[in-house]
């Protein structure tokens, strides 16, 4: 079983930049597609990138492509997300997940219903 925890979040001026941590507990942590999603105020969650169990492909959304980049450290059990030239439309509460149901996968995962488990979020503020 893995938990989730992230980290990194606050408030940000536009054109700045954060870095979101998530700490994986558990053994299996390395087997997992790892993913990030956000989901802003009265709107629906939605995908924005992803990172295969070896670290060596990753998947953006659109909107963050150039702007964004995740990687992994999996001795350390962790999966980061980098993300500069912040826009105000980038504020949300950020989430990550592992898609457990198929270990090792070589497939990427651009759907919420797609993982299985989620960490509590934090929450990413850029002001105008």
């Known amino acids: 079983q893995v938990q989730l925890v992230e980290s990194g979040g606050g408030l940000v001026q536009a054109g700045g930049s954060l870095r979101l941590s998530c700490a994986a507990s558990?053994?299996?942590?390395?087997?997992?597609?790892m993913g990030w999603f956000r989901q802003a105020p009265g709107k629906e969650r939605e995908f924005v990138g992803s990172?295969?169990?070896?670290?060596?492909?990753?998947y953006y959304a659109d909107s963050v492509k150039g702007r964004f980049t995740t990687s992994r450290d999996n001795a350390k059990n962790t999966v980061n997300l980098q993300m500069n030239s912040l826009k105000p439309e980038d504020t949300a509460v950020y989430y990550c997940?592992?898609?457990?149901?198929?270990?090792?996968?070589?497939?990427?995962?651009?759907?919420?219903?797609?993982?299985?488990?989620w960490g509590q979020g934090t929450q990413v503020t850029v002001s105008s």
């Open positions: 558990g053994r299996t942590f390395s087997r997992y597609t």
């Open positions: 997940a592992a898609h457990t149901i198929t270990p090792y996968s070589v497939n990427y995962y651009t759907r919420d219903y797609e993982y299985d488990t």
């Open positions: 990172i295969s169990w070896r670290g060596d492909y990753t």
